[in-house]
């Protein structure tokens, strides 16, 4: 017979399994739209990476349980996109997460100077393990370097401004009335 304690634990794990597929379904939402309407909006042949604030956002809001297999999943999804460095993003999203999640821990949950910390902090990481994976792949040259600044800076600016509406969707309820 089934106990109480049981049925409890049953009801979280489903809780929990619908959470992450929910964030799962978010982050394949904000990957089609990297792959389809990013390159749009590229400059310079620097792309933003929509990925980076969703990433932000997910190890902020979620807990670790859920938001290092999902982001882990994503990145080796967006990887499929270039085989040549397959795994990249997903060892560098996995260690961007463990990074915010670092910088999340001294600081209350809703703190706006955290959060600038983290997406500043996340931005300048990526760029720099993007050079790196880069520059080992093909060299480094003026043109690498180039990339990685204005990645950083472009990214950078996206981030703060996708984070930010990302944080104001967040907090807006659905309120349906009835006459």
Not at 73 to 97: E, K, R
Request: include cysteine.
């Amino acid at each position: 017979m089934n106990s109480p304690r049981s049925a409890l634990c049953g009801a979280r794990a489903e809780r929990m399994f619908f959470r992450a597929l929910y964030v799962f379904l978010g982050g394949l939402l904000f990957l089609y739209g990297q792959v389809l309407f990013m390159p749009a909006l590229g400059i310079a042949g620097v792309v933003p990476l929509i990925l980076l604030p969703w990433l932000i956002y997910i190890v902020w809001k979620e807990s670790w349980g859920i938001s290092l297999p999902v982001v882990f999943v994503i990145g080796l999804m967006y990887d499929t996109l270039n085989p040549a460095l397959f795994g990249m993003h997903a060892l560098f999203f996995v260690l961007l997460a463990v990074l915010i999640d670092v910088l999340r821990i001294p600081f209350e949950q809703d703190s706006l100077v955290a959060k600038l910390i983290a997406i500043s902090s996340t931005n300048f990481v990526y760029s720099l393990l993007s050079l790196l994976a880069i520059g080992l792949a093909w060299g480094f040259d003026a043109k690498a370097y180039s990339v990685s600044i204005g990645g950083f800076i472009y990214n950078l600016i996206f981030s703060l401004l996708v984070f930010g509406i990302m944080q104001v969707a967040s907090k807006l309820r659905v309120v349906l009335v009835h006459d």
